[in-house]
């Protein structure tokens, strides 16, 4: 490889002790970055070199590195995942960036996400959430039969729309209020799009919204900063959907029990 | 009581208090500048519609529920933007906005600038403070003589200037408000959202336009103070 297909560039990037140490942006050098690198190898080649000069490498999430698994996490020139619109972090290219530019790096900011360390995240506020009313309830036993209950056809497509949502949390970094409106209308609609999510859809809306409001994200005032940095595209029609249901449950609904407390997953 | 008391607890029941306040003010904000137009008509029309205001059996009840309603969307907004910045407590080093307006970033800034205009339009036509010396105008049938107060005020400059520039800020706060109140109370479908943008901004324009008409009418000299 000839030196002109390869870029040198400048990193400032993050870096945290820990989630009670004061963090500090650090520049970096990252020289030598072939444009067909995805952004998370091209910070593999950085912390490489830090390896091998005895210093602690950045800590930053990533799992599948295709796109789907919703770990990777980095706000990239102060937008979520970077310049390239639906696509995650680890699926952006280095082709987007030219020799000599200057990339900011820094991790998702919200109070309901603590930083672990560097650019890694504490997202557990987000399953939290899902686990106030995120689910449906199904018996155990045999399959039941295919088909038994009819679905909308238009129903199970926008239903499959709000699933593509990987919880990444990018909707809560990019909103000037840090709300997860976009996550929780998105895993609450999923849901309440079809029948099997009926039984529950009343208890789901008021619960999940009050768990949201109870894990210290903001609320939301309509920027749209979510839906345009979200890596799969989920459009904030789900969050005037959510409003609806919330506002007709919180309404209208029999008794709805208070919000029980949440239980944190073993780590 | 206990399912309101939970309602207005969480963020969106509060959006909720802002989405109708908001539309009930923006009301407010129509009939008063078709009342103000009364200017145009001349001295007898917009006296008549002043003291016929002024002696109205429900004007303290009026009075009440407006205040009422622009107290709830003052307090609530300020409780929301308490929670919001609360929500990110160390901000980016470096962040770009993608899609928000800078009427929707701004919406509270403008809206408390909104807040402080209120204060001195009361002062100057409500309380009489700012140019007391037109204040105290009689006509000649004894009712107060708004419409010599009014036209004789705008011809300042400086009063026509504050007016003008407040009601481009009002615009620029409902330029966000009234399409996003649509969204708070869950109305969002590709089939009417052009609608709702195109609707929304032309009922924002003839706001300002309207209200921006009358202190610039009367300091371009279109409107007579001594006609009748």
């Known amino acids: ?267 | 009581m206990n399912r309101l008391i939970r309602l207005f607890g969480t963020s969106i029941g509060r959006k909720l208090v802002m989405a109708v306040t908001g539309v009930l003010l923006i009301g407010f904000l129509i009939s008063h500048m078709l009342g103000n137009m009364t200017v145009f008509q001349g001295q007898e029309s917009m006296n008549y519609y002043a003291a016929w205001l002024k002696k109205h059996p429900f004007l303290w009840v009026a009075r009440a529920g407006l205040l009422t309603i622009f107290g709830l969307h003052v307090v609530t907004a300020i409780s929301l933007a308490i929670e919001n910045n609360a929500a990110r407590p160390e901000g980016y080093r470096k962040k770009s906005a993608v899609a928000a307006t800078l009427s929707s970033r701004y919406i509270v800034v403008s809206g408390l600038l909104v807040l402080a205009f209120l204060i001195y339009h009361l002062a100057h036509f409500t309380f009489g403070w700012v140019q007391p010396d037109l204040y105290h105008f009689v006509d000649e049938k004894a009712r107060h003589d708004v419409y010599r107060m009014v036209v004789l005020g705008f011809q300042n400059p400086i009063v026509t200037g504050s007016y003008v520039a407040a009601m481009l800020l009002l615009g620029f706060h409902l330029h966000h408000g009234a399409r996003s109140l649509v969204q708070t109370i869950g109305l969002n479908h590709e089939s009417y959202n052009t609608l709702i943008r195109i609707g929304s901004n032309t009922l924002v324009a003839a706001l300002v336009i309207g209200n921006c008409s009358i202190p610039l009418m009367i300091l371009a000299g279109f409107v007579d103070p001594a006609a009748k």
């Open chain 1, 1 to 267: 490889m000839n030196d002109e297909e390869t870029m040198d560039l400048r990193l400032h990037v993050w870096r945290q002790k820990d989630s009670k140490s004061p963090g500090k942006m650090v520049t970096y050098r990252a020289n030598g970055i072939s444009p067909d690198m995805s952004f998370l190898e091209m910070l593999d080649v950085v912390n490489e070199e830090l390896v091998t000069a005895g210093k602690p490498p950045i800590a930053f999430d990533h799992d599948c590195r295709e796109g789907i698994c919703g770990m990777c996490s980095l706000v990239i020139n102060g937008v979520p995942h970077g310049p390239q619109q639906g696509t995650t972090a680890c699926q952006l290219h280095m082709r987007h960036f030219r020799h000599g530019d200057e990339i900011t790096i820094e991790p998702w900011r919200a109070r309901a996400f603590p930083v672990i360390r560097d650019l890694v995240v504490d997202r557990r506020s987000l399953d939290r959430v899902l686990q106030a009313g995120g689910y449906v309830s199904v018996n155990t036993g045999s399959a039941p039969d295919a088909n038994a209950i009819p679905v909308p056809q238009d129903n199970a497509e926008a239903a499959f729309d709000a699933a593509a949502c990987i919880g990444c949390g990018a909707c809560v970094a990019a909103c000037p209020n840090a709300s997860a409106s976009l996550f929780v209308a998105a895993k609450a609609q999923q849901l309440s799009l079809l029948p099997q999510g009926q039984p529950e859809r009343e208890k789901r809306a008021i619960h999940m919204v009050e768990a949201m409001d109870r894990e210290g994200f903001g609320g939301c005032t309509n920027h749209y900063e979510c839906e345009a940095v979200c890596p799969k595209g989920i459009p904030v029609r789900y969050i005037a959907d959510l409003n609806r249901d919330f506002l007709r449950s919180a309404l209208t609904s029999r008794e709805v029990k208070p919000l029980p407390p949440a239980v944190d997953a073993e780590e």
